[in-house]
């Protein structure tokens, strides 16, 4: 943890002390703890961890005595703060201005209507006297919260006029923003209203003090403004009154709440008015603001369920939330108006602005959170799971022995390549959601953009020793699945060509390419490690984590030794294939070529990483020099913390906020279970059991489905999942695989010119039983057997909805027979009609 | 409140202000320089946290014990310290606590010889 931070922490826990007691000894207390801090810092964390406890354990039991002592002493006044200098009847007056309202409420309840007409036209003098008086007199703070009735009045009927007026351009915002209708979206939407509002609120209030001091000749609102801008802070706060009113407006039975508030807000009033400096004042205004706020937001929750508008509109759980969660952005922009003047002269610590900047952030990249969990927690991603530990372990080692250097109680740095990194990631994130929804390609974006805006506070050779760890981190996601698809392939591909080169070349018969996939495939069962990818991703973790151990300079030499340790890995692989269908396939010793496979696949891999180690140490110089922390705070005092990077880079991440926006989906197909075969089909629903259905639907499908049929006496089972992801369509091989199939051969082939489709020969039990199966993906307009070309169709700007129509057979059939074709193209015009029957309507 | 019988009424000191005391008789010290004396003269028993500190040192000043004096050593950052010294009264109400202790101490060494009786009894005829 940053020492500055604890520093700022502990001044904080210094108004705790009675102001005297701050005034006399805070200064000295703040010197003695940083001076001790300082010194169990060099004695380690656990020392700095002692300290801080029994500062925390000491501190209020400390405070609460010197304020116990302080209680019979005259009031006391700081030397830079100011008595409060109306009369006691004039307070009385402003507080009013809130108890009347609990009053009126109050007697409504318990007494007839009778007693409203004293208690009513004296709210309305009330307010109506101190407007006047707030005229004639330049705003003394007593007249403020009426003022800022005033002013919130004025501002709800120019909001409304303004809504009607831009109606034509709110509309279409509304549309983009709310366009799922999900509470997040709603409240965006709420939040940018409030906010509105809020800005009008403060033209219409800058509008009446400009006015009054136009028109008073000693300018006498501006004076005493100067003087205290907390008095702005009042004024707004009497804005809250008609806030609360508005928003209870459509709630029966709120009485008791709406007397709660008014009580709440009038003890906030009267610890402003009797406070001595602009701390106690902001602090009475806020405290009671936000306790007012909780108080309406959960009243909001439990009155709801009972108002005749609840029912009729036909609310869900989420709108009984929204109904809670809008007074939250109130609350908010009004805490930032409260606020915003106390904090005029002095700017906020800076703890706090990266703690705002830190949130803001996190709201930005929301959306991929759930996904994260879900890596994070499910099963099959257990070996992810167990990558990220080792990672966290190794980094937390490496921060132990290095030290993190981050300095998060200071303004952020202008640190170009940090700064790019974060709002690259960030610009490049909001594009992707767009664009391309490939979650975990999202989910990097969201690491790189982390370890960008860590760079803002962390020493930047920090920060670029620990590049590699934070790609190593981001390693650890699940990227498998789309390098299987994207790299492993072609790789596979590239291995055997090389491979029957290679045999060709030493007079070894002439072994085709799709013998030595196959019997690679036969070998392994399983299709990822085969094709090297598996490997060189390991392999490239290894490399990120031993350049990061070691220390070593990520550079030109850096980059070849990198180039020769892939090149190694592939020739590894290579050497294992070659051997595997050398000793399989040429000399017949099967069952030697299954022995071999994984140590051979292990003897290569480790055989290139001690390579790699020991170029890291020969050729690539190390980053610790003797003077490593010479030249540390050397290139940090270099770098500027400007003033205005800060809200540069709040603004940026805000708009980017009102930027995003998901990819649309396209509306889904009707469900596979209304599906019309023909008749000659016979086809049957064959209900998937519940762990299948759950197995299947994890990555989100709009439908599954399972249906047994019988063309022609040819026996089988057909599954159709509909999805407009291609996450959700699994590669039927890998499915087969999974329940025990081995896949002897998979290959294309055209049914006609637009009507490609896969055929597979899978074989059990040392193939004494074999089968055989068909599939393609289709939708309205186009077929194709190539699962890249699914993903890849993911990448317009709309999703479409696939169907994944696999075909397993009962026994191994002639897949291409003309009876066959015709039942593949009776299946095919079944999907294209379900397809077309679910966006037509 | 000079007068001895004065000065007895504050007797006995808590084991706080006799510490903070007995580290401002020597020279006049700084807080933090306090803290660190007390730690000591205490043997590591007693630490004092800041709020603890300055409570206690607010106490003595308004009792007059001690006085706020500028201190002579510059801090690091080249800051004014403000240090503490004992005031007549304060060293006089040192004296008397250590006075108090050292004829606590006397008695409990009488008691210790009177029960080396009760524990050795074959070295009474000695």
Not at chain 1, 418 to 440: P, W
Not at chain 1, 706 to 716: A, L, T
Not at chain 1, 747 to 771: E, H, M, T, W
Request: with cysteine.
């Amino acid at each position: 943890m940053d020492i500055e931070i604890i520093e700022q922490i502990y001044a904080v826990l210094i108004h705790l002390y009675p102001r005297r007691f701050q005034d006399e000894f805070g200064e000295e207390m703040q010197h003695v703890f940083a001076q001790s801090i300082k010194e169990a810092q060099l004695s380690g964390w656990r020392s700095v961890w002692v300290l801080i406890w029994r500062e925390i354990r000491d501190t209020p039991i400390a405070a609460i005595r010197e304020r116990w002592r302080a209680r019979g002493l005259p009031p006391y006044v700081s030397p830079n703060e100011s008595q409060p200098d109306e009369k006691p009847v004039q307070q009385w007056i402003a507080i009013s201005f809130f108890i009347i309202p609990a009053l009126l409420t109050l007697v409504d309840v318990l007494l007839p209507d009778g007693a409203l007409l004293v208690l009513g036209p004296l709210l309305v003098g009330i307010i109506l006297f101190s407007i006047i008086a707030g005229f004639i007199k330049g705003m003394p703070r007593w007249t403020l919260p009426s003022m800022g009735a005033f002013a919130g009045f004025l501002t709800i009927l120019a909001y409304q006029e303004a809504n009607t007026l831009l109606q034509p351009w709110i509309a279409p915002s509304y549309r983009l923003i709310v366009g799922d209708e999900s509470l997040v979206s709603r409240l965006m939407w709420q939040f940018i209203q409030t906010g509105e509002f809020i800005l009008c609120l403060l033209f219409l209030s800058f509008v009446i003090i400009g006015a009054l001091a136009l028109l008073d000749p000693n300018r006498s609102p501006i004076r005493s403004l100067k003087e205290d801008w907390t008095r702005l802070s009042f004024l707004f706060y009497g804005a809250t009154a008609i806030i609360v009113l508005v928003d209870f407006d459509d709630y029966h039975h709120e009485e008791w709440a709406q007397i709660a508030i008014f009580i709440i807000l009038a003890c906030g009033a009267w610890g402003y008015l009797y406070s001595f400096n602009t701390f106690g004042r902001i602090a009475s205004l806020l405290s009671a603001f936000t306790i007012a706020m909780g108080i309406l937001g959960i009243s909001k929750w439990l009155l709801a369920p009972s108002q005749e508008w609840w029912f009729a509109n036909n609310p869900s759980t989420t709108d009984r939330w929204f109904a809670v969660l809008d007074t939250s952005c109130i609350w908010f922009w009004m805490m930032l108006i409260l606020i915003g003047p106390g904090l005029r002269k002095r700017k906020p610590p800076n703890i706090v602005l990266n703690l705002i900047l830190l949130i803001v952030w996190i709201f930005l990249f929301r959306p991929i959170f759930p996904y994260l969990s879900i890596i994070f927690t499910r099963q099959e991603f257990r070996l992810n799971q167990l990558a990220l530990l080792g990672v966290i372990g190794l980094i937390i080692y490496q921060a132990r022995r290095g030290g993190m250097q981050a300095r998060f109680g200071s303004a952020p740095m202008l640190y170009p390549p940090a700064l790019v990194m974060l709002l690259g990631s960030s610009i490049a994130f909001v594009l992707a959601e767009r664009l391309v929804d490939i979650n975990t390609f999202s989910a990097s974006l969201f690491g790189l953009a982390f370890y960008g805006l860590l760079g803002l506070w962390l020493n930047p050779t920090t920060w670029r020793q620990g590049l590699p760890a934070s790609l190593l981190l981001i390693a650890t996601l699940p990227f498998n699945e789309h390098l299987q698809t994207f790299v492993g392939y072609p790789l596979r591909l590239f291995t055997a060509t090389l491979v029957r080169d290679g045999l060709t070349a030493f007079g070894v018969p002439s072994i085709g390419i799709d013998t030595i996939l196959v019997f690679e495939n036969g070998i392994s069962q399983v299709d990822i490690p085969c094709s090297g990818v598996k490997s060189l991703w390991t392999g490239g973790m290894f490399l990120l984590a031993a350049t990061w151990i070691e220390r070593r300079r990520i550079g030109k030499r850096w980059g070849l030794v990198s180039l020769t340790y892939a090149f190694m890995l592939i020739a590894a692989n290579l050497a294992r294939v070659a051997i595997l269908v050398t000793v399989g396939e040429v000399i017949h010793w099967r069952l030697l070529a299954e022995m071999l496979h994984v140590p051979l696949g292990v003897l290569g891999f480790v055989a290139a990483c001690v390579a790699l180690v020991w170029m890291l140490r020969r050729f690539v110089p190390e980053t610790v020099s003797e003077n490593i922390e010479a030249s540390r705070s050397d290139e940090q005092s270099k770098l500027r913390h400007p003033n205005w990077l800060t809200p540069a880079l709040l603004f940026s991440i805000l708009a980017l906020i009102l930027l995003y926006s998901p990819r649309p989906q396209v509306a889904a197909a009707q469900s596979n279970q209304q599906m019309i075969f023909s008749q000659e089909a016979n086809v049957e629903p064959w209900p998937l059991s519940p762990g299948e259905l759950n197995w299947l639907s994890a990555d989100g499908p709009l439908a599954a489905s399972r249906w047994r049929f019988d063309w022609h006496g040819h026996r089988g089972s057909l599954l159709l999942i509909t999805s407009d992801t291609w996450r959700a369509h699994h590669r039927p091989e890998r499915c087969f695989e999974t329940y025990g199939l081995t896949v002897d051969r998979s290959y294309s082939s055209l049914i006609n010119s637009d009507f490609p489709l896969r055929l597979v020969s899978l074989s059990a039990g040392q193939k004494r039983f074999r089968y055989t199966a068909v599939y393609w993906l289709q939708t309205q307009d186009r077929i194709t057997d190539d699962y890249s070309t699914r993903i890849w169709s993911d990448l317009t700007p709309e999703r479409q909805t696939w169907v994944l129509v696999t075909v397993l057979f009962d026994k191994a059939e002639e897949p291409l027979d003309g009876d066959m074709q015709a039942f593949y193209l009776e299946l095919r015009q079944a999907v294209e009609r379900s397809l077309q029957g679910g966006s037509g309507q | 409140m000079n007068t001895s019988t004065d000065i007895q009424t504050q007797l006995p000191l808590t084991e706080v202000t006799y510490f903070i005391l007995l580290s401002l008789a020597p020279e006049p010290r700084h807080g933090y320089a306090i803290m660190k004396d007390v730690e000591r003269l205490s043997q590591g028993r007693v630490f004092l946290s800041t709020g603890t500190l300055y409570g206690a040192l607010k106490r003595l000043l308004e009792l007059g014990w001690i006085v706020r004096t500028q201190d002579s050593k510059e801090s690091e950052n080249n800051r004014e310290r403000k240090a503490y010294s004992l005031t007549n009264l304060g060293q006089s109400i040192l004296q008397a606590e250590i006075e108090r202790l050292s004829s606590l101490l006397d008695a409990a060494s009488i008691k210790r010889l009177g029960n080396s009786k009760v524990i050795y009894p074959n070295q009474t005829n000695h």
